[in-house]
């Protein structure tokens, strides 16, 4: 279930013209939240009424919830995507974990033909790892269509299927999914890959908070050290999450390697980071659907880029 905002019904509203800027939205949020509803409809699930005190007396006020996926869908609005997918398809349920152990996902997957992936498959890419439901990745693909290609990885593989029919609709030949598990399959694919991997992201990735599922998370040393050894000169990781634990983890597995990654508030002073080292905003221009949830219920969202040293 998502979280939920409360707004007051009976006020006007404004229309929404695309997706609002990060900043944009958490502003109109804060100062005037029934001016970010669009001039259709979002589905109410529920109502409640809240008493207001007026001339002495307290009356009824029905109100209205915004669910965190339609924030989701404002942030997102731009990309037009539709949720008329095929019938093969049908409805896209997300199963929360899928174990990356397993037999299924143990074995490497077949390396595509890059030059029928791609239409130029020399630029820069980025390999977002656990893509979820490629929303995040398509929206940065859209702003740069010849600039760099995007390679999206995900291990569940009705949301892969989604996000492919999402590229063919919008006609993008600068990103890709994969059904694979980046564990086994990362270093294979991006070794083969004509151009330079210039950034990898992990973002928000299943904590499993279980001691003994420690072992199924996605950042382990042999990623690590695929990852490492494959990023071009100045290339970067972004690693994020909503759980300090998991963060924490993330952040250990990079910092072991202090000769070869650098943060990068050691490198670019105007960085603004807390005192922990954790970055104090997003620079990806888009906030991942995760990380919109999270905020919205009030979580902190720790965050790191590392640099490759030449």
């Keep these: 279930m998502g979280s939920w905002v409360c707004l007051p ?3 006007g509203s404004v229309r929404v ?10 502003a109109l949020l804060l100062q005037n939240p029934i001016s970010l509803l669009p001039s259709y409809q979002f589905h109410h699930n529920r109502r409640r009424a ?16 915004l669910r965190s996926p339609d924030l989701v869908a404002l942030e997102y609005a731009d990309l037009n995507l539709t949720h008329k997918i095929s019938e093969e398809l049908g409805h896209v349920r997300i199963r929360q974990h899928v174990n990356p152990l397993s037999s299924s996902l143990s074995v490497p997957v077949e390396v595509p033909d890059w ?14 790892i656990g893509c979820g439901s490629g929303r995040f990745l398509i929206w940065l693909a859209k702003r740069n269509l010849v600039m760099r290609n995007y390679l999206g990885l995900e291990i569940r593989k009705k949301l892969v299927k989604r996000a492919e029919f999402w590229v063919k609709d919008l006609s993008l030949s600068n990103i890709y999914f994969m059904f694979a598990n980046a564990t086994t399959s990362f270093q294979q694919l991006v070794s083969t ?10 973002l928000c990735p299943d904590p499993y908070f279980k001691k003994r599922h420690h072992k199924r998370r996605v950042v382990q040393k042999p990623l690590v050290d ?17 759980v300090l634990e998991v963060a924490l983890d993330m952040r250990n597995q990079f910092d072991s390697q202090p000769q070869v990654l650098k943060h990068i508030h050691e490198i670019d002073s105007s960085v603004l980071c807390d005192s922990e080292g954790w970055m104090l905003s997003n620079p990806m221009g888009i906030r991942t659907e995760r990380e919109i949830h999270a905020e919205l219920e009030g979580a902190k969202i720790y965050r790191r880029i590392y640099q490759k040293q030449m």
């Design 193 to 202: 890959y004509p151009g330079p991997l210039m950034l990898v992201s992990i």
């Design 50 to 65: 809240c008493a207001s005190a007026s001339s002495g007396a307290k009356e009824l006020q029905q109100q209205q919830y």
């Design 115 to 128: 030059n029928q992936v791609f239409r130029d498959p020399t630029l820069p890419l980025m390999v977002d």
């Design 17 to 26: 013209s695309g997706a609002l800027p990060r900043r944009a939205l958490s």
């Design 226 to 242: 695929s990852i490492v050894s494959n990023l071009m000169p100045s290339g970067q990781v972004f690693m994020q999450s909503d």
């Design 9 to 11: 019904s009976g006020v």
